[in-house]
């Protein structure tokens, strides 16, 4: 009996929910008399020519309304744009618009400029590099992962025999301990010595081997070679 009654209300309940947001949809209210919604397309009866009337001129007062608004608050912002720079701060230049990320390092065969979602905007060099940055980031970390995790079926340090190959390593002691280990390292070189400098490019944290490879052709195939790994 009880199974029967929870069945017939969820039934009900579910009926109602789905009126309640038809109705509300409709009329902005989910709860109220039917009777009162004299306006409503789903009507059988037609709407008087003076409520018509009553409901086109409201429309025309809010859309005067908004235009004015609208004209408002772009003369506001155009008037902010002069007095205001990159930074908010009276006084600096705005953002130059001759920026172009589509131009940048990054951009080369097969895909050339790819960002179909539209992140990059023109002109906006700061949201550029600290997409670069993290790009740069995910990138290298993900090399090393690519790396590890293949290297890790045929090497193993000292009392990490039972540790598993794959992911499950992450969760098994002594390797769990290596990951905590792996993470502070990270996010203490993160926050220290290897923290984005502005007058350097994104990612660009020196040759402290000597290897002397950071050219353009480099540059690019670390992109390339982050991008894969990922």
């Known amino acids: 009996k009880k199974l029967a009654a929870e069945l017939a209300n969820g039934r009900l309940a579910m009926m109602a929910i789905i009126g309640m ?3 509300d949809g409709l009329t902005g209210s989910a709860w109220g008399d039917w009777a009162l919604y004299t306006a409503s397309p789903l009507r059988a009866e037609p709407v008087s020519v003076a409520a018509a009337a009553a409901a086109a001129a409201k429309a025309a007062t809010a859309a005067k309304a908004a235009t004015q608004v609208a004209t408002g608050v772009g003369a506001a912002a155009a008037a902010g744009s002069m007095t205001k720079g990159k930074d908010g ?3 600096k230049e705005s953002p130059s618009p001759s920026f172009d990320p589509s131009v940048q390092l990054g951009a080369m065969p097969p895909l050339g400029y790819f960002d179909p979602a539209g992140f990059c905007k023109k002109g906006d060099e700061n949201g550029f590099r600290n997409l670069r940055a ?3 980031k995910h990138g290298r970390v993900a090399m090393m992962a690519a790396l590890g995790g293949v290297v890790q079926h045929f090497v193993k340090f000292p009392s990490f025999d039972a540790v598993p190959t794959g992911l499950s390593a992450v969760s098994t002691a002594p390797g769990t301990y290596g ?5 502070l390292a990270a996010g203490a070189l993160e926050l220290g010595p290897w923290s984005e400098n502005p007058s350097k490019e994104p990612g660009n944290f020196g040759d402290p081997v000597g290897l002397n490879q950071y050219t353009e052709e480099f540059r690019q195939r670390e992109l390339n070679n982050g991008r894969f790994a990922m």
Do not use: D, H, R
């Open 21 to 23: 947001f038809f109705q």
């Open 89 to 91: 701060v009276a006084g």
């Open 134 to 136: 993290a790009e740069i």
């Open 179 to 183: 990951f905590v280990a792996l993470f």
